[in-house]
């Protein structure tokens, strides 16, 4: 790593130094030197060559398709130092717990988790037991494990996970907790080794971090700023696994949209890449998460040409009043979101929209929630991810007075879902006596009987089927409905 790279980044060893949340220093950051892409940061030290052989790792991942993907380059680090992979705790001889800092309900789960494996570590002392991931990089829940979970080994956070080889050998040396968490980080690490979690589907990272700051938001601070990977690095990636034979890919990042806007002053943009991707062998592509800024009518138009483009489109709401918009920095009002939701629909044939939506922010009005449930109604989405507002320390919206009651807010949410839940039973009813193109991901969850896949749309189905169908797309008749699955049949022609 550079030498000037190297003195902007936070490094605690046996100790801890945290830069606390700043929306002033974090939009200053924008403005320092460009990224860094580095191709031979990865090294495994001399005397951890094979120190995995016969030995057993297992993560717990937490949170998001950014950290499922970090998961698969640590599995990737932790085979190519010659550990197995394992299903059950009991058999791991390195444990790591990668997490999720979005809500206080994922970090509530992390340290219920810690309590539990306790008593495994105190009958196994040689375990070595690590958390990463985005709650690392809060300087209270590093506080917390250092005071209440002293039989945490060791604590890294989202920047620095290509060095798991060095952290691994100073654990197993060391009988202090390390903790080494980088505060601030803009290079883009390539080459790293990753173990797909399945040879069917596969996550492309194209940008890492975030730069819209919605003040609810902790992403971020624990993310670092917005770095998008070089299209060629990209477009090599996607090649080498429409190869490996890869039915779907989906492009990754917190925003995806805002892909390109630091390379070569945002010349070559999100559409130019999925322009670029669109001639790659490779049935199926999808994209998540988009934000309704800087959704433009090229990527509508890309998404349009159907071919290898899923005629899916994530758009996040968060709320239907522009003035609860605007309290969340989200840098759009209820009309223009509209606006660009009617153009999707219209614009991109057989499109589904799914969305998110908080209930409960800092100060929302009955009035106000009464604006975000009769824009339900108005886009009659296809799916919802619904939360309470949950407050993140740092963050601006922490330092508003929340004057909703907790009940309200559950019952606003409760509200919310029966509107989300009956349109999207209605959308799914479209789909009734069609004849559906499913890519078969294996047996459903409930019943080892049954196989599932998804649509274009991203419309789970479910079907009687033999295990040989796994892995292909064939026509399905959807033969009944429900809110949000398909139930179908093979369709024989």
């Known amino acids: 790593m550079s030498e000037k790279r190297t003195k902007k980044r936070t490094v605690a060893t046996f100790g801890k130094y945290f830069t606390a949340p700043s929306l002033k220093d974090a939009r200053k950051r924008r403005k320092d030197e460009d990224s860094e892409i580095i191709r031979d940061s990865f090294e495994v030290p001399e005397d951890m060559v094979n120190a995995g052989i016969g030995r057993k790792y297992y993560i717990r991942t937490y949170g998001c398709q950014m950290n499922e993907h970090d998961t698969e380059v640590m599995a990737g680090i932790f085979e190519l130092l010659g550990y197995e992979k394992t299903e059950l705790t009991a058999e791991a001889d390195i444990i790591l717990l990668n997490t999720c800092a979005v809500r206080d309900t994922a970090e509530n789960k992390v340290f219920g988790e810690l309590g ?231 614009n991109i044939p057989n499109v589904s929209i799914t969305t ?37 320390d740092g963050t601006p919206a922490a330092k508003l007075n929340d004057n909703v009651p907790i009940q309200e807010k559950k019952q606003r949410l409760q509200t919310l879902n029966a509107l989300v839940n009956e349109a999207a039973l209605k959308r799914n009813g479209h789909f009734l006596g069609e004849v559906v193109e499913v890519l078969v991901h294996g047996e459903s969850k409930k019943n080892a009987a049954v196989l599932s896949g998804y649509t274009p749309q991203n419309k789970l189905v479910n079907f009687v089927g033999g295990k040989d169908l796994i892995g292909k797309r064939l026509e399905v008749k959807v033969i009944q409905v429900k809110n949000w699955t398909l139930d179908g049949e093979v369709h024989n022609g």
């Open 356 to 392: 998110d939506i908080i209930v409960g922010f800092p100060n929302e009005t009955a009035e106000q929630f009464e604006e975000t449930a009769s824009l339900v109604e108005q886009c009659a989405f296809d799916g919802a991810y619904t939360f309470i507002y949950s407050q993140r």
């Open 116 to 346: 539990h494996l306790k008593y495994l570590k105190a009958s196994r002392p040689d375990l070595l037991l690590g958390v990463c991931g985005c709650m690392s990089q809060e300087e209270e829940v590093v506080d917390t494990i250092l005071r209440k979970h002293q039989h945490v080994d060791m604590i890294f956070g989202t920047h620095n996970i290509h060095r798991l080889p060095q952290l691994i050998k100073e654990a197993y040396m060391n009988k202090e907790m390390v903790v080494e968490v980088w505060s601030q980080e803009g290079d883009i690490i390539e080459n790293l080794p990753k173990t797909r979690l399945g040879d069917l589907k596969a996550w492309v990272n194209i940008t890492y971090g975030c730069d819209k700051f919605c003040t609810y938001c902790i992403i971020p601070y624990t993310r670092g700023k917005e770095r998008s990977r070089l299209p060629e690095d990209i477009l090599a990636e996607v090649e080498e696994l429409a190869q490996k034979g890869y039915q779907e890919i989906t492009l990754l990042g917190q925003n995806v949209n805002s892909y390109g806007n630091d390379l070569n002053g945002g010349v070559y943009g999100f559409a130019n890449l999925l322009e670029a991707v669109q001639k790659i062998a490779i049935p199926r592509v999808r994209f998540t998460t988009s934000h309704p800024w800087e959704f433009t009518d090229e990527m509508i138009k890309i998404i349009s040409k159907g071919g290898n483009m899923m005629p899916h489109v994530h758009l996040p709401v968060q709320s239907g009043s522009s003035a609860i918009l605007r309290k969340m920095g989200r840098l759009y009002t209820r009309e223009e979101y509209l606006t660009l939701y009617n153009k999707i629909r219209k």
